[in-house]
């Protein structure tokens, strides 16, 4: 391939096209984008995203309502979608009302991949939290079974880890699910050996963030219904069919709840599922806050930790069992363990979560000593460098410093991206 077309699903503020543009611009481009956040009237995500790849680089719009058609074809479809209950139901007799569940944005990425048909993307490139592979609490694993079998009948082999940025060198702690699939027939689908050779070292993850294997090998088999004929309306309906696997896999997978279906390194083939748990092995110096920190200068008087709450912010961040009390009048002990605090410098910063930005004492926020001595609050900047994103690459007007803060705490580690493109890259050129 002399290039790849990808377009970028939940764009945020483009994390992974600044992550394969970093593996390569000219070999990875990014041809078309959506960004949409329902909850908010300003689309501040879209703005940066504009701001940072060109006017018109991104669609403003509900994913649900952009029509297929109207997206490109390409080669490669990325996207970070969120966390949600992947379920099907049925509320018709008819099979063909069986469909995914309102307002979950997995089944935008179905419904693309299934209508672009022969032109679907040969790639998928997929990121969200570690504990997908745990949901729902009372059926571990059904939904992360349910995209299995959703990229198996779309024609994908899947491989999947769970990667936290720090074991592999960067600046942050920050664990997520990352998720490939590889049109079958494709060139890197052709390059499957077996299972644990795959995950453990010839995979694209194995490749590119090296393992050990920690345990034996599980095979989990996520296809979990085939014999549905005498369901079926229309037997020769492909897409009835599939819906009924997957409501089968709602209804019945991990029904008793017990053990954990999906470790964090694995592959799918086929509609079976191997999984295992494994080590990571880096030999790269670690990156630290201090390797990110901003100079004194850089940082507006505002971020300092006034002396009046610095007793506030230690008993925060210290350990606590203390007596409260339920609506109901009830008294229970509440506790919680120690937080360094300051944070280190010297290790990789814990994880951004989206109230980083805010001013006042809190258990979660970081607060740091840095050259002058003084305790202080992360800035923006200093916030992108953990993710790995460019300098200022979320400064615009209108756009306050809790926001930009927002808006990393909703976004993934760059340095990931790139890692895994460039991997991509070498087995399709």
């Given amino acids: 391939m002399k290039e790849v077309r990808v377009i970028e699903l939940f764009a945020g503020v483009g994390g992974f096209r600044v992550g394969l543009e970093r593996a390569d611009a000219e070999f990875f481009k990014t041809i078309w984008a959506n960004q949409w956040e329902p909850a908010t009237k300003i689309q501040h995500a879209a703005m940066v995203y504009e701001k940072n790849f060109g006017e018109g680089s991104v669609v403003n719009e509900d994913i649900n309502l952009v029509k297929t058609e109207v997206i490109p074809d390409h080669d490669m479809l990325v996207g970070g979608?969120?966390?949600?209950?992947?379920?099907?139901?049925?509320?018709?007799?008819?099979?063909?009302?069986?469909?995914?569940?309102?307002?979950?944005?997995?089944?935008?990425?179905?419904?693309?991949?299934?209508?672009?048909?022969?032109?679907r993307p040969q790639l998928v490139f997929l990121e969200n939290v570690d504990r997908l592979l745990l949901s729902p609490a009372k059926q571990r694993g059904r939904d992360f079974a349910i995209i299995l079998e959703c990229?198996?009948?779309l024609g994908y082999m899947v491989e999947w880890r769970i990667i936290n940025a720090a074991d592999y060198a960067m600046?942050?702690?920050?664990?997520?699910?990352?998720?490939?699939?590889?049109?079958k027939n494709s060139p890197i689908a052709d390059g499957f050996t077996t299972p644990n050779d795959w995950i453990i070292n010839s995979g694209v993850f194995a490749k590119a963030f090296p393992v050990a294997e920690s345990s034996s090998l599980k095979i989990i088999k996520t296809k979990l219904s085939?014999?549905?004929?005498?369901?079926?309306?229309?037997?020769?309906?492909?897409?009835?069919?599939t819906n009924l696997r997957l409501l089968d896999i709602t209804e019945e997978f991990n029904k008793s709840n017990k053990g954990k279906p999906f470790e964090g390194s694995g592959v799918m083939v086929d509609g079976v599922a191997y999984s295992t748990t494994t080590i990571p092995i880096c030999k790269e110096k670690p990156m630290t806050i201090r390797d990110i920190m901003a100079s004194p200068e850089e940082v507006p008087e505002?971020?300092?930790?006034?002396?009046?709450?610095?007793?506030?912010?230690?008993?925060?961040?210290?350990?606590?069992?203390?007596?409260?009390?339920?609506?109901?009048?009830?008294?229970?002990?509440y506790a919680e363990g120690c937080m360094d605090f300051p944070d280190s410098i010297d290790k990789p910063a814990r994880t951004i979560i989206t109230s980083e930005g805010g001013k006042s004492p809190d258990r979660c926020r970081h607060v740091i000593?840095?050259?002058?001595?003084?305790?202080?609050?992360?800035?923006?900047?200093?916030?992108?460098r953990l993710n790995m994103f460019p300098s200022n690459h979320t400064m615009l007007e209108g756009i306050d410093d809790g926001k930009r803060a927002f808006l990393m705490g909703n976004a993934l580690v760059c340095g990931i991206i790139t890692k895994v493109g460039k991997e991509l890259e070498s087995r399709l050129r």
């Fill in 369 to 384: 000593q840095d050259q002058t001595g003084r305790l202080r609050r992360l800035v923006p900047v200093e916030l992108e």
């Fill in 226 to 241: 085939d014999n549905n004929d005498d369901l079926l309306l229309d037997s020769a309906d492909e897409f009835v069919k």
């Fill in 151 to 153: 990229l198996n009948e």
């Fill in 81 to 119: 979608f969120p966390c949600q209950d992947y379920s099907v139901a049925t509320t018709l007799s008819n099979s063909k009302g069986i469909e995914g569940k309102k307002g979950v944005l997995w089944w935008s990425i179905y419904r693309i991949l299934r209508d672009k048909g022969e032109k």
């Fill in 302 to 333: 505002e971020f300092y930790v006034p002396e009046s709450q610095i007793a506030r912010w230690k008993y925060y961040k210290g350990a606590k069992r203390e007596p409260r009390t339920r609506k109901d009048g009830g008294q229970y002990y």
């Fill in 171 to 183: 600046p942050q702690k920050r664990r997520r699910t990352y998720i490939l699939g590889y049109q």
